[in-house]
Each structure stands twice: as C-alpha cells, then as structure tokens.
C-alpha cells in the first residue's frame, strides 16, 4: 500500500503495570529494568511497557508474540478495558486516557467492535439477540437494530439460524456471529483478540481468509492479536512483535523476515529463515486454466468468467508463456468483432523462474498487484505466486519446520 | 486472683431489645397488624375453595412447572393430608412458607446483587451471614415477641431471618461466577453497570439463584414448624400440641404432613429450575 496513510489510533508511551504499588514498578521500568527484575523487586506485574506506534486507517495490523508477551494486555487498552498506567491513546487525535466513564462508555460504543479468543457469546441470547447486543445499549429501536444484525450475519454468511442459541453453532459459526456482533455497530476499528485460536485449523484458514475478503471490501481497521506466525503473516498489512512487555519490532512481514530488528525476532524467524532454501515452485499456485494463442476473445473471456479471474497468461500449446490478457482488453476486442487475441496479448510481464528464492520475489510481487507468471528453464508456464501465497507458503513451511524439531 | 466481673452481655442485648421495641412500637404494631390480616386472609381465601379442587389446582400447576410423577405425588400426599384432618394447618403452615419466603427473596436478592458488585459490602455482609446460619434457631423467636407479640406476625419475621441467608448467598455467587469473558464483552460494548446486571449478569446467574429460593423454602419450612413455640398455627401447632399431650401417633401424622409439603415444594422448585436451563422456553 503506497498511498498516504492517516492514523487512525496513535498509542505514545504506553505503560500498564498490575498490581498495587504501580509507580515503584514505573520508576524501575524508567530505568530500564526488565520485567522479571520488576517482578521480583516490587511484586508487580508489567504487562506492557513504553509501547509507541500507529494504527492507520483500514490496515490490518498484527500484534504478535507468545503468551505472557503482553499483547493481550496492550489490546485492552486500546479500549480501556485494562485502564492504562501511563501514556497516551489517541483515537482520531483525541486522547482517551483521560476520559471519564461516560465518555469513555460513548467511545466503547462508537469506535470499537472486539472479537474474542473464546467467542463469548451471550448463551441466555438467540444469535440475533447476541448480535443485537451493542445495538440494544445504545437504545437503538428494536426494527432498526433487527436490520442492522441481519446485515452484519449476512456479511460474515450467517443468515440461516438467527434463532438458534451459540450452544447449537459449531466453534467456526460462534465465532463468525462473534464477529458479526462486533461489525453490527460499525465500529471504526475491529478488536480482535486471538480471534481464530480456539477453532480448528481449516476453518481457521477459512476464517482468515473471510477476513481478509471482509477487510478488502469494508476498509476497517483491524488489530488482530495472535501467538502464531503463520497467522500473522497471513493477515498482517503489518506486524508489531512483543516479547516480555515491549515492542520488538514494527513493520510488514517483508520487513521482519528480512531485517530482523533484534536477536529476539531473528530468532522468532528462523524458521522461516530456513526458507531461503524455498523456492518459487514450491509456494506457486497450479495455474487452472490458460489463454492459447489461438483462442478467440469470446473464450478468454468465458475462461475468466468460469474461474472469476480478471486476466489469464497467454501460451502456446506447449504452454511456453507469451504474455498475459486482461478482461476489459478482451471485452474491447469483442465489441471490435476480433477473431484473435494477438492483438491484446500484453508481453511486458516478467517471468520469475522455478529455482527463484522465494526471498527475491518480495520486492517485485510487493509493487504489482499481478500475480507473477512462474516458468520453468525452458519457458513453460508452470505456476502463479501471489503474494498471499508467497506469505501462505512461508507461514507453511515455518510450522512444518517447527513441527518437524519438536519430533 | 483477680476477680474477673462477668460481662453483662445479656444485660446489654435486653437494654437494646428494650430500647429498640420502644422506639418502634407503633411501627411495628402496624406492620403486624396488616401481616397479620393478609396471613389470614390468604388462609380464609384458601380455606374457602373446596379441598379437592385446591388439590387439583396444585397438582396440575405441579404437572405444569414440574412433570407428572410430582404431580401425582401432590395428588396423593394432599389427598392423604386431608383425609387425616390436618387440611386447614397445611394450608396455615403453606401461606407462612410462602410468605416467609417472598420477603427474605425480596430483601435477600437485592443485598446477594449489591455484594456481588460492591466487595465492601460483602465483606461486611458474608461475616453477618455467618453468624445468622450458626445462631440456633430458636433464638430467634425470643425478640420477635417484644416486637411483634405472640402469633403468626413474629413466627414470619423469625422465619425470615433465619431462612434468608441462602437467597443472599446464591444471588451473589451466581452473579460472580458468569464467566469474566461475557462480562468482558459486555464492557468492550460500552454497557453501563445496570446494563451489564440486566442483560448479562442476572439472567445467568438465574439458575443459581433459584436453588437458592430452593434452599430459602426449606429452611422457613422448618423453621415455621419450630415457631408453633410462639404461637404459630399449622402443623407445627399440631405437633406442638401432640409433644405436650405425648400422643406419638398425632404427632406422627403432623410430621408427616411436613414432609410431604416440603417434598412437594421442593420437586417444583426444582422443576422450575430445570425448565429454566433451556432458554428457548
């Protein structure tokens, strides 16, 4: 994303400390003492410490890290539900941290929708009566709200059971009515707190997947805490990684697999690290259907009808790769009454070849929002990488890596 | 040896027992009064309606809130009670019970909610609990009289003290033990406090709190029959009466009737309770 960004909640020095006695810990933590020192001196617990960074508007951002990193707690504060020791939060410039209750109630109720790692649905509420709820307390009337939660249902493909209890719902629907609850007051910014951790892991590539359909489509923004980085590869436009209460590292996927910050996050990559022994072939996508030569412009455009592509890559019959065609080019050329599709074929693309590191297709694949063409030596098309995949197959070959040494 | 005095503790409760019963006298007087006046309405209203058709009300109320074998054992247990001639106590004993309850409910569940929210006044409240359910039963009945004279009116007050106990507790471990996470989300959505009470916290902990009712009747059950002592009627009258002529078998048959007042109250509270788990009803 390149365009100019505007910051949609900016957190400055943000510090929470549980326990008591919380200014001895501060007084510590200013010192620049870690939080075991911290623990063991004052008893206090530091749940997170000087934390400074920005949420831009329709971002997904990541926090991730593993349990006890402090990531939960940093979520809370964003909306208070842990009450901030010191710091600022600042939600469209205006600082919540010191708002009152009531206000803060308003600022609840507005900006923030939140997801939970166990769905905590209402089991005394019907699914529709769950996604009414933040409706309901903000007193909007019963049609208005009917409306508004069968909208957020139908966005995340829940219509059918609105009447049915969460005990009814699978782990996989719980959560998408949890999800629904949160988008039903169309909150500017979505809270979710291990959101996919509980389900099983195919519906929990399918969930992301949604997510990230739902993200593309409604432009929220979205802070997505989770302990796995195959899932904050997957959705993060950015990764905040914490360890032991502070902030790590800051940046895009590329970035931290790339330029490890400190030892702490080269080591949380190594796994991935191993990866500069994988290669394009093995995180490309099969291409299913092609455009030939030969192909008239009606066919590439029925061909991309039946796959919802909106470009196909052009070879010939031997599959040697010859360039791409795009659906509007097509569309023209029908209208023109052509009979071939030579004339549109764009041939500018460039090929990434089999044996290609993985590493090496960031920097292309990150400024082109095509997928990239995959060729084999003797110019064959043999795949696609996108640029989901290319994370897809990372996060992949990381657990694989991890599962592999804990046998 | 130094000589230690006693502690006039007695002394002392009598002086402010005094004090207390002077100053609310009128009051008091008043609310016995119309206590007692509703108690024997409710006795007259129901002592008015044929037996049989009394019955057959609570046995299908019982069939209603509870299912067929408490039913039937409403059928046969009130059946059984009338035919020994023990109809008019059962009701007296039934209308205490219920009255008992409705005012340690109506004064125990607000406090159970205010010390599940408020730990100040559990840690005030629980200690005093405490007390109440160690304290022997009968102590209760001495105060009532200067308050409220022999009869039904003190039967009532003793009865509620000594049965609230449970209503307080349960209403406040049902309202603590809803899971952090609902009542996390019901924060995250900017609910007030009486939101989050109203919509989340109590209709949760409604299960508890009715086994709490549950535990409120049988002990103002037993503790009605204690206060025949003071003057009570219904079957702890009658076996207060058979203790003192020592006729074992007219005692027999009061106790029985008890038992099976409280096994019928008890099988459609629980059934209440039952039915409640399922929401969708």
């Known amino acids: 994303m390149s365009e100019i960004q505007s910051v949609k909640i900016a957190v400055r020095g943000l510090t929470k400390i549980f326990g008591d006695a919380p200014e001895d810990a501060l007084d510590l933590l200013h010192k620049g003492e870690t939080k075991q020192t911290i623990f063991e001196r004052t008893g206090q617990t530091v749940g997170v410490a000087d934390a400074n960074f920005d949420v831009y508007e329709g971002e997904i951002l990541v926090v991730m890290g593993l349990s006890g990193s402090g990531k939960s707690s940093l979520i809370r504060c964003l909306n208070r539900l842990n009450e901030p020791t010191s710091g600022e939060i600042l939600i469209d410039g205006q600082d919540i941290v010191g708002l009152k209750h009531r206000d803060l109630l308003q600022v609840r109720r507005r900006k923030f929708g939140m997801v939970f790692q166990h769905f905590a649905l209402f089991p005394h509420r019907t699914i529709q009566q769950n996604v009414e709820y933040g409706l309901e307390i903000q007193g909007v009337a019963p049609e208005e709200r009917a409306e508004k939660a069968l909208t957020a249902l139908s966005q995340v493909g829940l219509e059918s059971s609105v009447d049915s209890y969460p005990d009814q719902l699978s782990g996989g629907m719980q959560q998408r009515v949890g999800l629904a609850r949160a988008l039903a007051v169309e909150p500017d910014v979505l809270l979710m707190d291990e959101a996919f951790s509980a389900l099983d892991p195919l519906i929990r590539r399918d969930m992301q997947q949604e997510l990230i359909a739902l993200q593309s489509r409604m432009r929220k923004t979205i802070v997505f805490i989770t302990h796995d980085l195959d899932e904050a590869l997957f959705l993060g436009n950015r990764i905040i990684l914490m360890k032991d209460a502070r902030i790590e590292q800051v940046g895009t996927a590329e970035d931290i697999l790339s330029n490890p910050a400190t030892t702490y996050v080269e080591r949380f990559v190594a796994e991935v690290d191993k990866t500069k022994l994988l290669t394009a072939g093995a995180v490309m996508r099969k291409t299913r259907t092609v455009a030939f030569v030969n192909d008239g412009p009606r066919t590439v455009l029925r061909k991309m009808e039946d796959e919802d592509l909106n470009l196909l890559f052009v070879v010939e019959s031997d599959f040697t790769l010859r360039g791409v065609v795009r659906d509007d080019a097509a569309l023209k050329a029908v209208q023109r009454g052509e009979r071939g599709i030579q004339e549109i074929i764009e041939t500018s693309i460039e090929p990434v070849g089999i044996d290609t590191p993985v590493r090496e297709l960031f920097a292309p694949l990150s400024e082109s929002s095509m997928p990239a063409p995959v060729v084999d030596d003797a110019g064959r098309l043999k795949g696609m990488v996108v640029r989901a995949s290319l994370l897809q197959g990372l996060a992949d070959q990381s657990s694989a890596t991890t599962t592999e040494e804990a046998a | ?281």
């Open chain 2, 1 to 281: 040896m130094i000589d230690i005095p006693r502690l006039p503790l007695a002394d002392w409760i009598d002086e402010g027992l005094d004090a207390l019963t002077d100053q609310f006298a009128p009051a008091t007087k008043l609310v016995s009064d119309l206590v007692e006046t509703g108690i024997e309405s409710a006795v007259d209203g129901l002592m008015w309606l044929p037996p049989w058709l009394t019955i057959l009300l609570v046995s299908a109320l019982a069939w209603r809130l509870a299912g067929r074998r408490t039913a039937l054992l409403s059928l046969f247990g009130f059946a059984l009670l009338w035919n020994l001639g023990l109809w008019e106590p059962t009701l007296q004993t039934l209308v205490l019970v219920l009255i008992a309850t409705l005012v340690a409910v109506a004064i125990g569940a607000p406090l159970g909610i205010l010390a599940a929210i408020s730990g100040g006044v559990y840690r005030v409240l629980f200690p005093i609990l405490d007390f109440m359910q160690t304290m022997p039963a009968f102590v209760y009945l001495i105060p009532a009289i200067p308050f409220f004279g022999l009869g039904p009116v003190a039967a009532v007050f003793s009865t509620v003290i000594f049965a609230m106990p449970p209503a307080i507790r349960l209403t406040t471990l049902g309202i603590r033990q809803v899971p952090a996470d609902l009542v996390e989300a019901a924060d995250a959505f900017g609910s007030t406090k009486w939101q989050k009470l109203v919509k989340v916290q109590l209709p949760l902990a409604i299960p508890t709190i009715m086994a709490g009712i549950n535990q409120t009747i049988m002990l103002a059950l037993s503790m009605v029959v204690i206060a025949a002592m003071i003057g009570a009627q219904g079957l702890g009258g009658e076996v207060w009466r058979a203790i003192q002529r020592n006729e074992a078998g007219m005692g027999f048959e009061a106790g029985l009737a008890v038992v099976v007042l409280a096994m019928v109250l008890d099988r459609i509270t629980q059934g209440i309770i039952r039915n409640r788990r399922s929401p969708a009803n």
